[in-house]
């Protein structure tokens, strides 16, 4: 395996590894914290059970997240040292500032997780809001310097160099909205979906349990809202992705030929080679509607671009689709729910409905991947997209492939142990008797 | 010395690494006491130290993501240098931190079963002896100097390099290692210290009395060790710390507070010596720092001369000023929970 393509793998694996956790890191919070509020304001035990057995899921998940994302921090230098060099100073400003929301996140966790009786229940209640606050904010702040790849501002080039550089007007970046709108979006969709899947699963089953109807309840009202929305928000992205990153809108689309009136397509498989999109299904003008709300508006294909500054296309084309194909059914099943909910129908007691959110349990984390390949294959060959190729700003340093296999080793067995350990701590489902108690308990 | 904003950010990444040093550093020195657990009460001796990193851990690691992210935005050339040429031991120590934390949680939150405990148990102790070695063995080949030559200022892929000589060698010296066996030392210092504080009024409080008086020893000739190491290793450094205007002063305030410290624990009063031995190891730390200043990584990269644009500095500044608002008051709060309270 050569270097650069070694280290391109060992980079996404990270991400994708640390992704799940910092995700998890953003959306468990809320849950935990609402069930525990909820505990406070009615005294039913079984709040109480939920907010501390989720609060045990997040020690472990976040313990994970911490070391994956130090793992990362390194791994910018470690594998794009000259991409650092040069980008450091201008996007070490929401890096910075992402430090600080880790330690305020990584301290009220420690209060959180450890203080149940050493400070007052409202002290508790406010110090799982600011994991859940500050969890979200580091979140926006990477995603800005991740914007910043895509729509690199805030400096003049001379000679290939940054000069005249203004760290503020680069996290003004125009692609920073977009990106951090939709991903934080994601991160509630998908750990709501996610966390309620699990439940509806065991509500199936046993579905008078109510510990597991507090649960789903608590988790569909986080993801629901997030995954009706996201389809708008992605809209937002895709008309930014079309504004300033054509070849990669074209990717997407598998798109080969400028036109007027673009067609959109489902699915199909770009072939590079012969410049064309097989086996789609074309739906006339929705491409040049969707990208620019104007149906006949022209949209550039990649012919129109040199080969090499195309990215792998049927990669970041399937990508897309994928996510957009799962984004919208959980946007459908969404909308089934809270029009449910709305009606003050019982959701728990349609075996349809159910089983659809099962379904989409694990989708918002497969969008939130096949997202961030398209974001980041869609923008090769570029690190900074138009200024720096990836290829430019690896290493020096030969045999990576050793440090890619062997943290992919660590990381698929640090999986396996999360997953297991989670399966063992927070889903066994109490009993019908141990409800009662807890619930006796408090009474 | 004039106090410039590139000054003033070194300054901050070395308040920040002190900070790493002083709490994180503990946590490891936690997991060396964890494996070398014996006696009567070794499983107590266990307990009390998951005890006492478990709600703090996670914060005290988050002072090493900041020396980072303030040395790549303020000093990129310094940073990239590092991670090139240090890319085989900081690879080996993000494998021991990704391990000691996991491990450190799979345990706590593990199965109950005695076996799988005891297994993450032993992961834990022996990530939390590797990764300090490697932590300094950087910071050996940092203070032996390092520099990037071969690698072309405008980019492009060098193919043949001679591998060891630019990537091995440069931090798998003796003196390196020298480095590398003090930071365990200190870290194990420090940790047997503040468990002695953490143990009041418990039988525990002795085993990690004897235990810090050892680890005082151990730093003592190890410190004797790497200066003698450092004759030909890192002659910048050693020159300062041996004829610097500021040399004699400087061994002397490290040497009183050493001798503090002992003689607090050897008196048993426990808080002294805890602050006499955090002081301790500032000074050793502020002592490498002034033998390098004004370079931050010699031998070529000066302070002034790695900076970045002065716009960035001054926002890194205002950044670091919001930041302290923030973090001082909450790391304040979780300590006088877990810290200052007595135990329940
Ligand atoms: C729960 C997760 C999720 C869901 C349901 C969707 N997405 Fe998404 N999408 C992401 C999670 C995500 C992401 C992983 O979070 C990305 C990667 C980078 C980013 O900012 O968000 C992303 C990127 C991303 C981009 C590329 C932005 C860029 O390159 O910078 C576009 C155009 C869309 N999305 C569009 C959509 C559309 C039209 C959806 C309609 C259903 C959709 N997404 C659903
Ligand atoms: C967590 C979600 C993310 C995922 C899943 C992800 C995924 C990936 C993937 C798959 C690659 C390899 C692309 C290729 O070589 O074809 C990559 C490259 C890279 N990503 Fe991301 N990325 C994420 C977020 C970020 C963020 C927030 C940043 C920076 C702030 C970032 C910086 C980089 C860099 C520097 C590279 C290497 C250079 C390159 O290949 O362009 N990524 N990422
Ligand atoms: C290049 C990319 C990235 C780097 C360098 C990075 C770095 C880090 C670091 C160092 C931590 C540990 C903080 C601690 O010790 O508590 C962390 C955790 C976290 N990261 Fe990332 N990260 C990256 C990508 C992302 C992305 C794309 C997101 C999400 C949108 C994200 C969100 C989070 C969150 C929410 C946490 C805290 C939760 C947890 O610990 O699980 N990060 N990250």
């Known amino acids: 395996m050569p270097d650069i393509l070694a280290a391109r793998s060992q980079m996404g694996m990270s991400l994708a590894f640390h992704i799940i956790f910092a995700v998890i890191g953003i959306g468990l919070p809320a849950l935990m914290v609402i069930a525990e509020y909820r505990w406070r304001r009615t005294g039913d035990a079984v709040y109480l059970e939920l907010a501390k057995r989720w609060s045990r899921g997040a020690a472990i998940l976040f313990a994970v997240g911490a070391v994956s994302g130090t793992v990362l921090s390194f791994e910018l230098g470690l594998l794009w040292p000259e991409f650092m060099k040069q980008a450091g100073p201008i996007i070490g400003m929401p890096f910075s500032l992402e430090g600080f929301a880790f330690f305020t996140e990584a301290i009220f966790l420690g209060i959180y997780l450890y203080g149940w009786d050493r400070i007052s229940a409202r002290a508790h209640v406010i110090a799982g809001i600011v ?121 997407m ?191 | 010395m004039t106090i410039t904003p590139a000054v ?49 851990w996670e914060a005290n690691h988050v002072w090493l993501i900041l020396v980072i992210v303030l040395l790549f935005m303020c000093f990129p050339t310094v940073f990239s240098t590092i991670v090139i040429v240090l890319h085989i031991p900081l ?10 934390g996991s491990a450190f949680i799979f345990r706590s939150y593990g199965s109950t079963r005695d076996a799988a405990q005891q297994w993450w148990g032993r992961v834990f102790a022996i990530a939390s002896i590797v990764t300090p070695v490697f932590i300094g063995m950087c910071v050996g080949a940092i203070a032996k100097g390092i520099a990037w030559g071969s690698y072309p200022a405008s980019f492009g ?7 060891v000589s630019d990537f091995i060698l440069p931090w798998l010296t003796w003196f390196g290692f020298g480095v590398g066996l003090m930071a365990l030392a200190l870290f194990s210092y420090l940790a047997a210290v503040y468990l002695t504080v953490e143990t009041e009024g418990t039988p525990l409080q002795e085993d990690f009395r004897t235990r810090a008086l050892w680890a005082a020893a151990a730093v003592f000739v190890i410190a004797f060790g790497v200066l003698a190491l450092s004759w030909s290793a890192a002659p910048m450094v050693r020159r300062a710390l041996m004829g610097g205007s500021w040399a004699l002063p400087f061994h002397i305030v490290t040497g009183i507070a050493a001798v503090i410290a002992i003689a607090a624990l050897w008196t048993r009063r426990y808080r002294l010596a805890r602050a006499a031995a955090a002081a301790q190891v500032t ?26 644009p002065m716009r960035t500095l001054v926002l890194a500044l205002w950044a670091l000023a919001a930041g302290a608002c923030v973090l001082f008051p909450s790391l304040y709060y979780l300590f006088r929970i877990f810290k200052m309270q007595k135990r329940t």
């Not at chain 2, 002592?287 to 070529?300: K, R």
């Open chain 2, 8 to 56: 003033a950010i070194a300054g901050i990444v070395m308040v920040a690494l002190t900070f790493y040093v002083l709490f994180a550093g503990a946590d490891f020195g936690g997991g060396v006491w964890d494996f070398l657990a014996s006696g009567p009460r070794k499983k107590d001796q266990r307990d009390v130290i998951s005890h006492a990193l478990a709600p703090i």
């Open chain 1, 131 to 251: 994991v859940a606050v500050s969890g979200a904010v580091s979140g926006i702040f990477v995603v800005i310097a991740n914007a910043w790849m895509n729509t690199p501002r805030g400096f003049t080039l001379v000679d290939g160099r940054f000069t005249n550089i203004d760290p503020l007007a680069a996290m003004m970046t125009p692609a920073a909205f977009p990106q951090t709108l939709h991903m934080t979006l994601a991160a509630y969709a998908a750990t709501g979906f996610a966390v309620a899947g699990i439940h509806a699963a065991m509500l199936l089953r046993d579905p008078k349990n109510a510990f597991h109807r507090h649960a789903f309840a608590i988790a569909i009202l986080v993801g629901a809202p997030a995954a009706l929305i996201q389809p708008l928000s992605g809209d937002i992205s895709a008309r930014y992705v079309a504004a300033q990153q054509p070849v990669k809108l074209a990717s």
């Open chain 1, 253 to 443: 689309e598998g798109d080969f030929v400028t036109m007027r009136g673009a067609p959109l397509r489902i699915g199909g498989i770009p072939n590079e080679d012969e410049g064309r999109t097989n086996y789609s299904i074309e739906i006339p003008k929705g491409l040049s509607f969707l990208a620019t709300h104007d149906v006949n508006a022209e949209i550039k294909g990649l012919n129109d671009f040199p080969r090499d500054v195309w990215p792998p296309v049927a990669i970041v084309h399937i990508a897309f689709q994928v996510m957009v194909a799962l984004g919208s059914f959980m946007a459908l099943v969404s909308l089934l729910v809270l029009v449910m909910l709305w009606r003050k129908r019982d959701v728990t007691s349609m075996r349809w409905l159910m089983t659809a959110i099962v379904l989409a349990a694990p989708m918002g984390f497969i969008c939130i991947e096949a997202g961030w390949t398209v974001t980041e294959v869609g923008r090769q060959p570029w690190v900074i997209y138009g200024i720096l190729r990836t290829a430019d700003a690896v290493t020096p340093m030969p045999g990576l492939i050793v440090p890619f296999l062997a943290f992919t080793t660590l990381y698929i067995f640090l999986g396996v142990i999360v997953v297991w350990l989670l399966y063992k701590q927070v889903m066994r489902s109490p009993s019908e008797r141990d409800l009662l108690s807890m619930q006796a308990g408090t009474a």
């Open chain 2, 283 to 308: 000074f050793i730390l502020w002592g490498w720092a002034a033998a390098q200043y004004p370079f931050l990584l010699p031998p070529s990269l000066t302070i002034e001369g790695a900076a970045a």
């Open chain 2, 91 to 100: 690879t080996l120590m993000l494998f021991g931190i990704v391990l000691r």
């Open chain 2, 157 to 163: 892929n060098p193919t043949h390099l001679p591998f």
